[in-house]
C-alpha cells in the first residue's frame, strides 16, 4: 500500500493518484492471508474507530458466522483479544478480518489475497457465503460488481464484468466460483 510511481488505476472514473495515500486506503479494504488481529477487545478489532453501533457489529458477525462464537465468549464484545490474536483460531481471525470488512460502508475496492488458503474447509465456506452477502456475488444479474479484477503473481490474469468472466468457463473467476457451488 504504497503510492504508485507509474501507471494509472481508475475508480469509479478517478485517478488513484489525485487521492492522497490516505483517503485511498480509506476506500480499499485488504484481507490478507495471513490475518492479524491487534491486543484489545474483539469489539476495537471490528471496531478500531468506535464508529458504529453493537447492532451492526452483531449484524456483521452473524454475515461472518462468528456471532454464536462470541456470543459464547465470557464477556462477548468486550472479550480480550491477545496481541496478533493469538488466542483465536487462524479461520477465526480471518472471519473477524471479514467481519470488520463488513462494516466499512466506505469501501469501493475489496482485495482478498488468498485469505482462504490456509484455513479448513468450514471457515472456507464461511468465508464464501459471507462474501455472497457483501457482494451477491450469485445473483441472477451479477450486476454489483462492475467489474472483477484477478491476480495471479502478482499480474494482472482477467479483469472484465462480471458476467462476462462467468460466461466464459475458462476463466480462473469462473473456477473460483464453481468450485465453490459445488
Request: glycine share 6%; hydrophobic share 40%; proline share 2%.
Amino acid at each position: 500500500m504504497i503510492e504508485a510511481t507509474e501507471g494509472k488505476i481508475l475508480i469509479d472514473g478517478v485517478d488513484t493518484s489525485t487521492l492522497g495515500l490516505q483517503e485511498l486506503r480509506s476506500r480499499l479494504t485488504i484481507i490478507p492471508q495471513d490475518s492479524f488481529l491487534f491486543g484489545g477487545t474483539v469489539r476495537a478489532n471490528l471496531d478500531p474507530f468506535g464508529q458504529h453501533q453493537d447492532l451492526d457489529i452483531w449484524a456483521a458477525l452473524e454475515a461472518a458466522s462468528l456471532k454464536q462464537y462470541v456470543s459464547s465468549l465470557l464477556n462477548g464484545l468486550h472479550e480480550q483479544v491477545n496481541n496478533g490474536g493469538e488466542n483465536m483460531s487462524l479461520g477465526q481471525r480471518q472471519l473477524v478480518n471479514l467481519a470488520r470488512a463488513m462494516l466499512n460502508k466506505n469501501t469501493k475496492v475489496l482485495c482478498l489475497d488468498e485469505a482462504t488458503a490456509a484455513i479448513d474447509i468450514e471457515t472456507d465456506n464461511a468465508i464464501q457465503r459471507a462474501l455472497r452477502v457483501i457482494h451477491r456475488l450469485h445473483s441472477a444479474d451479477y450486476r454489483p460488481s462492475d467489474r472483477i479484477l484477478v491476480l495471479e503473481c502478482g499480474e494482472v490474469a482477467e479483469f472484465d464484468k462480471t458476467a462476462v468472466l462467468l460466461a466464459n468457463m475458462n476463466t480462473i473467476f469462473c473456477s473460483l466460483v464453481n468450485s465453490h457451488d459445488n
